[in-house]
């Protein structure tokens, strides 16, 4: 006898069974694989694409940092070809300012040693160097002092002066000795020789004290006028419109000392000039407004009325009739709680409920139907029913 015939209840189903748990686990472990084999595809594509989104962040950011080092390469590039050509214009305008006033010295100076030459009086001959040496001297005080930091109006008033000086003396006698144009052309280059030299160094004045240039401060100069002009008339409408506020606001104002200068102040201002104007700020209007009417500037009582009014009814035409409040109403009275004359409620008193009726406003006073258990009491309203109900019992 075989093992299947002993055991005839076991043979069949069990190995039938048995296959049938191998299958199905084969099946499970080839599900299994799929499905690890699809996770593992797309935890390798999430990979992939989280690499490419890394490194093209990373290649961004190298091409903005590339892309910010070529701007700055390029600003210090034009920066150093500013200051190249700023400084090359600089030598050729002193080069030039230096020929122009050796050319000069040459026209001016022979012409003056020949208008104090004298063979009785030779030493004269040294004036004319006296009179165009003070000049370039007085500019080179003039130069020193631009370097140091100080004052130097005094030094090019003093060398303008004497520039004058030797022109005229160039013009008087070239004109008598070799005609009018001779005269005219010394004149010309005992003033034009120290006064270049002069605009080179108002130059540098400029320069070292950073002063605004004259287009600029006359358009700076055209927008405060209109700024003013404009400020003025604001003033003058807030005067006339009303003048209780603008009269507690000049008060305001003279108090906080907000005072505008006039052309000509000080002691001038004594002898009937222009004296300084109050103008009241926009923080000084608003106080007096503010103190005047409650409000803010351009609103009063009557207008915050008038506008609350004018809302209502535009609401009122939207919506229809508002309802008033119902005195007998009571929200918060539940549908399945019995209605209840209680003597202590005024409202209830004067407009008692009939049985079944629960006090709300839009239900026509039909409860819904309810069933006992679908509405859970908070423990204080629980208690607070109890107490309704004990006192109803009493």
Known sequence: MSVTDLHPEKSGGTYAEGLARAEQMQADTEARRIKNEG???????????????????????????????????????EAAE???????????????????????????????????WDPHAWFLVAAPFVLEGVAWALL?????????????????????????????????????????????????????????????????????????????RRAERRADRAELQHLDAVNAARAARDTDVWERALDLAAAYGEVRPGRRSGLLSLRGAKAPKVVPSEKTY??????????????????????????????IAQNGPLDGPQK????????????????????????????????????????????????KYHPAAKKQMALAAARQTD
Not at 182 to 192: H, K, P
Not at 332 to 343: C, H, K, L, M, Y
Not at 348 to 358: C, F, H, L, N
């Open 328 to 375: 007998d109403a009571n929200p918060q009275v539940d549908s399945q709680t019995p209605a209840v004359d209680d003597e202590l409620s005024t409202a209830r008193r004067k407009a008692p409920k009939t049985p079944g009726e629960d006090g709300r406003k839009r239900n026509g006073g039909t409860p819904p139907r309810r069933r006992p258990g679908t509405v």
């Open 286 to 315: 608003t106080r007096a407004c503010v103190e005047i009417h409650g409000a803010e500037p351009g609103s009063t009582a009557e207008r915050i009325a008038h506008m609350r009014t004018a809302k209502r009814a535009v609401r």
């Open 82 to 116: 500013a200051k190249a050509r700023a400084a090359k214009s600089a030598a050729t305008w002193r080069k030039a300012a230096k020929a122009i006033a050796a050319v000069c010295i040459v026209v001016s100076l022979p012409l003056q040693v020949m208008a104090f």
């Open 39 to 77: 996770e593992r595809v797309r935890q390798e594509l999430a990979n992939e694409r989280a690499r490419a989104k890394a490194q093209k962040d990373i290649q961004r950011d190298l091409d903005d940092a590339a892309e910010e080092r070529r701007h700055r390469g390029e600003a210090r590039r």
């Open 140 to 216: 080179c005080g003039a130069q020193a002092a631009i370097d140091e930091g100080r004052p130097s109006w005094h030094y090019r008033l003093g060398a303008l002066i004497q520039a004058l000086i030797a022109a005229g003396i160039n013009y008087a006698h070239g004109s008598a000795e070799y005609g009018m144009a001779t005269g005219i052309g010394g004149a010309l280059c005992s003033v034009i020789g120290p006064m270049i030299w002069d605009l080179h160094e108002h130059g540098r004045i400029t320069k070292r004290e950073g002063r605004t240039p004259r287009s600029v």
